[in-house]
């Protein structure tokens, strides 16, 4: 094994005992774990950049921009082939139109990106929450199979010793 996989194995292991001890402090001070989720999807934290880049890639990745920057491109055709005809702004093979799509795939593409990476490390934050919150309930469980486990014994106990006050009357 590497000493990189190493590391990260041990960088896991660290992170995982950090999220068992907040767990574990959130028991003990009987604090709900699901609040948590609500700090994940706050909005605010949000530059303005960043909400930019969120409302272009939900306009770029929709039937709307599709639908419409398709429509866009049959009337610049049919502008410069038939109205303008003789003289048009922009001949076949359409040159600047194909200079317009690239350029607007150029800025896009990278803004796109960065919304994509803001909403992964949202999922990532969502996912440690979802994470502790499974934790919580899986410890208080084993508190609960424990309690009765003790339960059981101790009432064990209290039917057998009935059991032998019966056997000696």
Request: charged share 30%; with cysteine.
């Amino acid at each position: 094994m590497s000493i990189e996989i190493r590391k990260l194995l041990q960088e896991e292991e660290v992170e995982a005992k950090d999220l068992e001890c907040i767990v574990a402090k959130s028991i003990e001070e009987d604090h709900i774990l699901s609040s948590k989720l609500h700090e994940v999807e706050r909005e605010d934290e949000a530059t303005f950049g960043q909400r930019v880049s969120d409302k272009v890639a939900d306009f770029g990745g929709s039937w709307t921009f599709i639908l419409g920057f398709g429509f866009f491109i049959v009337v610049w055709i049919l502008i410069n082939v038939l109205w303008l005809g003789s003289k048009p702004a922009d001949p076949y093979p359409f040159i600047l139109l194909n200079l317009m799509l690239s350029c607007l795939a150029a800025l896009q593409a990278p803004i796109i990106m960065m919304s994509q990476n803001r909403q992964e490390e949202k999922d990532r934050r969502r996912a440690r929450s979802d994470f502790m919150i499974n934790l919580k309930a899986e410890m208080e469980i084993r508190n609960l199979h424990d309690k009765l486990d003790a339960f059981q014994k101790t009432h064990h106990e209290l039917v057998e010793r009935l059991i032998k006050e019966k056997k000696l009357d």
